[in-house]
């Protein structure tokens, strides 16, 4: 996963920065009116990425 600026690379995809609530970040190739249903939910403090069905452990270069 890389972060450039208002958006994620993440494997093949490239995906928008939809907002924050709170300490997570959502993402989506699209961004929904309502940013908590977003395809992708990271929580920067501890690098959990998680999708609809999977989750990721990120961790800083």
């Given amino acids: 996963?890389?972060?450039?600026?208002?958006?994620?690379e993440f494997k093949e995809l490239k995906l928008d920065y939809c907002g924050s609530l709170g300490n997570q970040s959502y993402f989506d190739q699209k961004c929904p009116m309502l940013i908590q249903e977003s395809a992708y939910t990271?929580?920067?403090?501890s690098g959990?990425?998680?999708s609809k069905d999977q989750e990721y452990q990120?961790?800083?270069l």
């Fill in 1 to 8: 996963m890389v972060l450039r600026k208002a958006r994620m």
């Fill in 58 to 60: 990120c961790s800083a």
């Fill in 48 to 50: 959990l990425l998680i």
């Fill in 42 to 45: 990271f929580t920067p403090s």
